[in-house]
């Protein structure tokens, strides 16, 4: 049972054509349908708030093509949730009902899908978001790496321990994470995964603002060196950074690893962290993103999506151009 776990993410990205689909941004979709996320809490206020519309963008993902959906948890702590005036068991009660939400919006959109015999859809998986703990932070730290000299290794493992354990008591198939800007934290993520035993596959995102090194400066050589040595970590990538870094990353990280490459980059906005709004850059277009995600695909990237500020229009776009060339 447990290496057929671990195979689930290496069977999609085959089954798949060589090239799975993760889900695109969230609170960009959420804001869509009127939820209101101007909360430290961000997407995750909508676990208290609006879970059915959680569900509904997941739905959304879903028919537009993800093969993967990505839980709201990114940005959902027991620390945050206690700034809420909720207790412990509630909070760790949001974190498990991100988890529920995907599956049961995968599991009714399959039940529905596989019907039909002219069905183009498969089975996705759900990756429980871990978010960085600079997203905690709320603060743009995860666009910067720098948490300051009294966050060492052992805080970051105790920061990120029991919401990883909740969430892997929930029933994911994936642990995701996400928007890592250093390398301590990528050396706590996976002394986690070590020291928990986890039996599912995980992956593990940095992000990037000058498209060579992760946010606090370090190299991407450095940062992966401890995630390399490990067998759990399957795969590795970038999310949250604009989309013509890609290429030149999925090149650099085709030479540092031999772990499957994952790319969901934002829409090329620029997030201001401390202003907490969205600067404007020469974006692409959600036409741009068929076609470059065929080129990534042709790289080396194995699982392809969107992060902030793209939509279930910009995923059926990938995931139509990659079904086309596959």
Request: charged share 25%.
């Amino acid at each position: 049972m447990k290496s057929e776990k671990k195979a689930l993410l290496q069977d999609l990205i085959e089954n798949a054509g060589g090239c799975a689909v993760t889900d695109g941004g969230f609170a960009t979709q959420l804001e869509t349908h009127g939820a209101s996320i101007t909360d430290p809490l961000w997407s995750a206020i909508c676990l208290i708030k609006d879970p059915h519309l959680i569900k509904k963008v997941h739905l959304e993902y879903l028919e537009a093509g993800a093969n993967i959906l990505v839980t709201s948890s990114y940005q959902a702590t027991i620390p945050g949730f206690l700034s809420k005036g909720l207790s412990i068991e509630e909070g760790e009660l949001l974190l498990q009902r991100s988890v529920k939400l995907a599956v049961e919006a995968r599991d009714s959109f399959w039940n529905l899908a596989k019907r039909n015999p002219r069905n183009k859809y498969r089975r996705a998986l759900v990756a429980a978001s871990i978010g960085s703990y600079g997203a905690y932070l709320a603060d743009g730290s995860e666009y910067r790496g720098l948490y300051g000299p009294n966050v060492n290794l052992e805080k970051l493992k105790d920061f990120h321990r029991r919401r990883l354990q909740v969430l892997i008591e929930a029933g994911p198939d994936l642990i995701a994470f996400e928007t890592i800007p250093n390398k301590i934290e990528a050396q706590a993520c996976v002394e986690l995964l070590e020291e928990e035993n986890v039996q599912i596959p995980s992956w593990i995102c940095f992000t990037s603002v000058d498209g060579d090194n992760a946010p606090s400066g370090e190299s991407f050589e450095d940062c992966l060196e401890v995630i390399n040595k490990s067998n759990k970590v399957d795969a590795v990538g970038i999310n949250c950074a604009p989309p013509h870094f890609m290429e030149s990353l999925i090149c650099k990280f085709k030479q540092l690893t031999k772990k499957a490459i994952i790319v969901y980059p934002n829409s090329g906005e620029v997030w201001d962290g401390r202003a907490k709004k969205w600067l404007p850059s020469k974006c692409f277009h959600d036409e741009d993103f068929g076609f470059h995600a065929t080129k990534w695909r042709d790289l080396g990237a194995k699982i392809i999506g969107g992060c902030c500020r793209t939509t279930p229009s910009t995923i059926q776009i990938i995931s139509n151009a990659l079904r086309e060339k596959s």
